[in-house]
């Protein structure tokens, strides 16, 4: 977002408190609240390098008028985690905690645990994988090619053990 240079209030969901309620998996996305905590455009992906997404969420947080685009788009809706999933956001929670103790190693272990928990859980793998490979996140655009592939070398090793 820094990078993007946007002027627009925003704010980090670091403990996933809205990513649990809308049970979201993946990053980047977006919730778009107005002044009085209400929900103006559906959750879901976003890409503020998009020249599209980037003038409608200038053009309604200058106007207040929200872009018939959003009108359109399907609304999300809150849900409980399933205990799979619930045991994942624990481990998750935990992890984030042992990173800031400095606890590097216990923090990876609590991640690839939370991985077999939920493996279609991108925001786990990709906190995971920042700290193991940092290049692959903050050297550039993002390697999708890579996510791919590391995933995938995963469910070969790490997660075919669970079954």
């Known amino acids: 977002m820094d990078e ?3 002027t627009f209030t925003r ?10 309620a809308y049970a979201l998996k993946y990053v980047p996305v977006a919730i778009v609240l107005d002044a009085q905590g209400r929900l103006v455009r559906p959750v879901g992906l ?3 390098g998009d ?8 053009a309604w947080a200058g106007t207040g008028e929200i872009p018939v685009a959003w009108q359109q788009l399907d609304d ?13 956001d624990a ?3 935990l992890a984030l905690v042992l990173l800031s ?13 939370a991985v077999v928990c939920d493996p279609d859980n991108w925001l786990i793998r990709k906190q995971m994988w920042a700290i ?10 993002v390697d999708y090619d890579w996510q791919n592939q590391r995933k995938q070398q995963e469910q070969e090793g790490l997660l075919a053990s669970s079954t």
């Open 76 to 88: 999300a809706t809150t849900r409980a985690l399933t205990p799979a999933e619930a045991e994942a």
């Open 91 to 93: 481990r998750l929670q």
């Open 101 to 113: 103790r400095d606890k590097q190693e216990e923090a990876v272990e609590q991640l690839r645990q």
């Open 46 to 48: 976003v890409n503020i």
């Open 11 to 20: 704010l980090t969901d670091q403990h996933n408190a809205i990513g649990k």
């Open 132 to 141: 193991e490979a940092p290049s692959a996140f903050y050297d550039g655009p």
């Open 51 to 58: 020249d599209d997404f980037r003038a409608e969420l200038e």
């Open 4 to 6: 993007a240079k946007v």
